[in-house]
Nanobody, 124 residues
Framework: QVQLVESGGGLVQAGGSLRLSCAASGRTFSSYAMGWFRQAPGKEREFVAAISWSGASTDYADSVKGRFTISRDNAKNTVWLQMNSLKPEDTAVYYC?????????????????WGQGTQVTVSS
């Protein structure tokens, strides 16, 4: 199994950038597709981005496309979410997640492992 720990959240001004990291422990990480979800206060947890096991394929929510970039380095057991041109609407708790399959997915139920989340706050 895999344990996921997010870091890099914090307070940033609108238009700024932030990079989230997800450190994974486990021997099968390289075979897992990975993703990021977020949840704002009073709202449902929503899909943000996903990356296939090899890193060759990525998917993004329309709301972040062109601004966010997901990447991974299996040798380092790490997944990143680079967030540029941040908006106040991006304020949420961001969760790292993984699934025991190579391909990307959009639904929460498709993922098997979750981190505890890291808070991102974007001020206007």
């Amino acid at each position: 199994q895999v344990q996921l720990v997010e870091s890099g959240g914090g307070l940033v001004q609108a238009g700024g950038s932030l990079r989230l990291s997800c450190a994974a422990s486990g021997r099968t990480f390289s075979s897992y597709a990975m993703g990021w979800f977020r949840q704002a206060p009073g709202k449902e947890r929503e899909f943000v981005a996903a990356i296939s096991w090899s890193g060759a394929s990525t998917d993004y929510a329309d709301s972040v496309k062109g601004r966010f970039t997901i990447s991974r380095d299996n040798a380092k057991n790490t997944v990143w979410l680079q967030m540029n041109s941040l908006k106040p609407e991006d304020t949420a708790v961001y969760y790292c997640t993984g699934r025991r399959y190579s391909g990307t997915a959009y639904l929460r139920s498709s993922y098997d492992y979750w981190g505890q989340g890291t808070q991102v706050t974007v001020s206007s």
